[in-house]
Structure formats: structure tokens, C-alpha cells
């Protein structure tokens, strides 16, 4: 089911728990309907917190690398991550979507060129296979925008996976690697 009909049917749902509990209500306080209405909007944000909860990603300190800079952008790129998945999940609309989209594409850039810069700047012995890595990654995320601009729904979701795979699997594998070498080299 596509998201923009979810959130259709989770407002309907919403609107039908309401007009019940204000009918409810209408036949006496006593009425136990009102009451259920009552704790099923309450329960609903948790419930749907916890059906939803996949969809994101979150930082864990074991996704440090020890250098406080590229940990800040590391969690910056996680939130603009979630940031383009609420805009699909949420559907809140094309612009705000091409506009989280692309705030998540120029910090990656910027955060790659500031990775690579302290890498260098250390003297860092596998700064060309890391850069690679990076290189592979933004013509992966250029060739799901070219799909996207044929295809938005069908390549959202797709480039959403990646992106949030690949950043997680990167940061827990290359980006450890190189965290002990610039710690040597006074690189916090």
C-alpha cells in the first residue's frame, strides 16, 4: 500500500475513534465506548511509533569513530536520512521531498570532501580505497536520481535502503578503520 493511502486511512481511522467517543458521550460519561475511544487515541502515537520505528535510523555510539567532527556529521546525515524518509513516509508532498533529497546530497558531498581532507591531512595509507568508496557511492545516489525523476515512487524506497544501508555498513566498516590512525595522529 502506498504511504499516501496509510496516512489517508490512519486519519480516517483517527476521525472515526473521534466522532465515536463525541457520540459516546452523547449517551452519558458512564459510557464505556467514549472511554475505549479515549485510550485508543492515546495508545495510537506509540503504536505507530513502534510499527514505524524500522523505517529510521538512529545513531549508536557504536558508530563512533572517536573523531568528534565526522561522528557530528555522521549523526547530521542519519537525521537528514530520516528527514527524506518522514517527507516519503509521511508523504508530505513532492517539494518537500526533492528538498530533503537534496540537503541530504549536499551534506554528503561536503562530508565526504571534509573526511577526505582529514585523512589526507594524516597521511592516511588506504585514503585512496576509502575515497573510492565515497566516488562509487555518490554515482550510485546520481543514478537513483536520474530514476527518480522517471520513477519517484518505485526508486524513493529503493534509494532510501541504500542510502541508509550503505551509510550504516560504511561507517561500521571503512570509516572504524581509519579512526585508530587519525587518533594516532592527534585527529579527535
Not at 546525515?77 to 509521511?90: F, G, H, M, S, W
Not at 515512487?153 to 529503493?158: A, D, Q
Amino acid at each position: 500500500m502506498r504511504k499516501s493511502s496509510q496516512t489517508f486511512f490512519l486519519s480516517l481511522f483517527i476521525l472515526a475513534v473521534v466522532i465515536t467517543i463525541f457520540l459516546g458521550f452523547l449517551w452519558g460519561l458512564d459510557n464505556p465506548v467514549s472511554w475505549i475511544g479515549i485510550a485508543v487515541l492515546i495508545a495510537l502515537p506509540y503504536v505507530h511509533k513502534r510499527m514505524t520505528a524500522h523505517h529510521f535510523v538512529a545513531w549508536k555510539d557504536d558508530l563512533s569513530v572517536g573523531v568528534e567532527s565526522i561522528d557530528d556529521d555522521h549523526k547530521r546525515l542519519l537525521d537528514l536520512i530520516n528527514d527524506v524518509q518522514r517527507a516519503v513516509y509521511y508523504y508530505m508532498g513532492e517539494a518537500f521531498e526533492r528538498k530533503a533529497i537534496g540537503e541530504l546530497v549536499d551534506y554528503t558531498k561536503y562530508h565526504f570532501e571534509r573526511e577526505e581532507g582529514l585523512m589526507k591531512e594524516a597521511g592516511y595509507p588506504g585514503f585512496d580505497e576509502h575515497k573510492a568508496e565515497h566516488v562509487a557511492m555518490i554515482s550510485k545516489v546520481e543514478e537513483f536520481l536520474g530514476s527518480y525523476e522517471r520513477d519517484r515512487g518505485g526508486t524513493i524506497e529503493n534509494m532510501m535502503d541504500y542510502l541508509k544501508s550503505w551509510l550504516i555498513n560504511h561507517i561500521r566498516g571503512t570509516d572504524q578503520r581509519y579512526s585508530p590512525y587519525l587518533q594516532e595522529k592527534g585527529i579527535h
